[in-house]
């Protein structure tokens, strides 16, 4: 396999699209976009270091990477991005890793850390055998977790697919919430009403946990004011909120990419904590995505227990770093 360097999110970007969409590990963090944005917030100092692979059947692998000493890594962080991986047409798994190898070593490079990788990554499954064959040393350990729900057709069958307690805790809060407080909800989806009100979703984002609200540096709420804008042009973002008595006490930003519902991030006002409005919307924005014939909610990366009340299967996040000996 031949390896052309990869300079740029914009040359490739259909044919990056296309393969992405046949890749095992399709997710809205692969994308050009959303690289794009990452690298324009958070690429400084760094070099690109990535590469593709185009045989006569069109391009079979992309390999997003940038390298920080001799040290090669995917663009992206945990911080900003859930899930990550190379992306590769089915079949070409083992000719790629060889070049991936192979690019390491012309690069001078000593290791490569690669950080997000789900449990049924193709890289989990090929990459250590073919880097020990090698020489190479290969560590992988669990990152975090992360979790989701197969959506079915209804709201009523999706309560059905809960334990009985967190069904009956979960209409006993709406019940509560309606007969308590003057409340609705909303979403929005369109650039002006995204970005409008979008610093009310950081503000709430920041009350509701302290370590959300360190979380929230200037460049990372640049780079939520910014891909929330590229994603909005695309027509992926549903942003959420819960108004009581005509104040907002609760959002959710949201990304639907692939028949997916990705939930990103959410807030609350802990004033509210009594009506549970922060679970409460985030069950409304998976009642609505089954309303609009998503196939999965994704909760994201954490083991925060509201996913699992929701109905949320856990699945595992692994890093991996290949040396060279």
């Known amino acids: 396999?031949?390896?052309?360097?990869?300079?740029?999110?914009?040359?490739?970007?259909t044919e990056w699209e296309q393969l992405l969409s046949v890749s095992p590990v399709n997710t809205l963090f692969l994308t050009p976009q959303w690289q794009e944005v990452w690298w324009d917030t958070f690429g400084d100092g760094r070099g690109m270091a990535g590469f593709y692979v185009r045989t006569?059947?069109?391009l079979t692998a992309i390999a997003s990477l940038f390298r920080c000493g001799d040290t090669l890594s995917f663009v992206g962080n945990p911080d900003t991005f859930d899930y990550n991986d190379f992306m590769?047409?089915?079949?070409y798994e083992a000719s790629f890793f060889d070049t991936l190898l192979r690019c390491l070593e012309e690069q001078s490079c000593n290791a490569l850390k690669l950080f997000s990788l789900i449990e049924h990554s193709?890289?989990?499954s090929y990459l250590p055998d073919i880097a020990r064959g090698r020489g190479y040393s290969v560590e992988v350990e669990q990152e975090d977790v992360t979790s989701g729900v197969a959506l079915p057709s209804s709201w009523d069958e999706y309560l059905s697919l809960l334990s009985k307690k967190d069904r009956h805790e979960l209409r006993r809060k709406l019940r509560r919430l309606e007969s308590s407080a003057d409340w609705r909800w909303y979403v929005l989806t369109d650039r002006e009403s995204v970005a409008g009100r979008l610093q009310d979703f950081i503000n709430l984002m920041r009350l509701s946990r302290r370590?959300?609200?360190?979380?929230?540096?200037?460049?990372r709420e640049r780079f939520f004011h910014d891909i929330t804008e590229r994603m909005a042009q695309l027509g992926l973002v549903k942003l959420f909120f819960m108004e009581v008595d005509g104040q907002p006490v609760a959002t959710s930003l949201c990304f639907d990419y692939a028949s997916s519902r990705l939930l990103y991030n959410s807030g609350y006002n802990p004033e509210y904590a009594?009506?549970?409005v922060g679970l409460l919307l985030n069950a409304l924005c998976l009642k609505e995505a089954i309303e609009q014939g998503m196939q999965y909610f994704d909760f994201l990366r954490g083991s925060e227990p509201y996913k699992h009340h929701l109905g949320g299967e856990q699945r595992s996040l692994y890093r991996m770093v290949v040396r060279r000996s």
Do not use: C, H, N, W
């Open 274 to 276: 009594y009506f549970s």
């Open 1 to 13: 396999m031949a390896a052309t360097p990869l300079t740029s999110f914009q040359d490739i970007r």
């Open 88 to 91: 590769v047409v089915p079949g």
């Open 56 to 58: 006569p059947e069109g």
């Open 122 to 124: 193709p890289t989990l």
């Open 211 to 219: 370590d959300k609200d360190e979380y929230m540096t200037p460049t």
